[in-house]
């Protein structure tokens, strides 16, 4: 597997991932904001039903379209940071006890992400639910889980990003990546 700087950022819905990138961005990093939740917000104002909740491999398949599209446009050699990945497919999938399509971990491995991937555990005290994001607490706990077995298994090195403000987990990740290089 060919390694790129291309960092995942990945945990249960409502953990801080999107408030990570925008500070990152701010910092001038490069940074890509999560698939999933561009389709959802099209497919509701578009009226389209497709959706993980009611249809979860179409759903799934119409976001692995677009992730493989957008990892096309990436620039060998260039940092950036995504907010999740294909991977976040396979675990979205165990959580809904499905089987996930083998052709998701092989384009994972083909784009060649960084093998560190930053993990950001459920914190109540920030969790909220929203017209994308209707999962439960309780769900949002089984869907971590998911996400953290769909990374171990297909190889990945999980770092679990500590709990704190925005700016010091920002910096706990930037401190990671240069211990790594």
């Not at 759903?59 to 999740?84: G, H, I, Q, T, Y």
Request: charged share 30%; with cysteine.
């Amino acid at each position: 597997m060919i390694q790129n700087p291309y960092y995942i950022i990945t945990g249960a819905p409502c953990t801080g991932k999107t408030t990570i990138l925008e500070e990152l961005k701010s910092r001038g990093y490069k940074c890509h904001s999560e698939i999933a939740r561009k389709v959802i917000r099209e497919n509701l104002d578009s009226g389209l039903e497709v959706f993980p909740w009611n249809q979860m491999q179409l759903f799934s398949d119409m976001v692995m379209d677009r992730m493989v599209e957008l990892a096309k446009n990436f620039e060998p050699n260039e940092l950036c940071f995504l907010d999740r990945s294909m991977v976040d497919l396979i675990g979205y999938m165990y959580f809904a006890r499905k089987t996930p399509p083998g052709r998701y971990a092989m384009e994972a491995k083909k784009i060649g992400y960084a093998k560190t991937v930053f993990f950001l555990p459920v914190w109540e005290g920030i969790y909220t639910k929203d017209e994308e994001r209707k999962e439960s607490f309780e769900e949002a706990v089984a869907i971590g889980a998911s996400l953290r077995k769909a990374y171990e298994e297909v190889g990945f090195n999980i770092v679990e990003v500590p709990k704190g403000d925005v700016a010091f987990r920002v910096d706990f990740m930037i401190k990671t990546i240069q211990e790594i290089s």
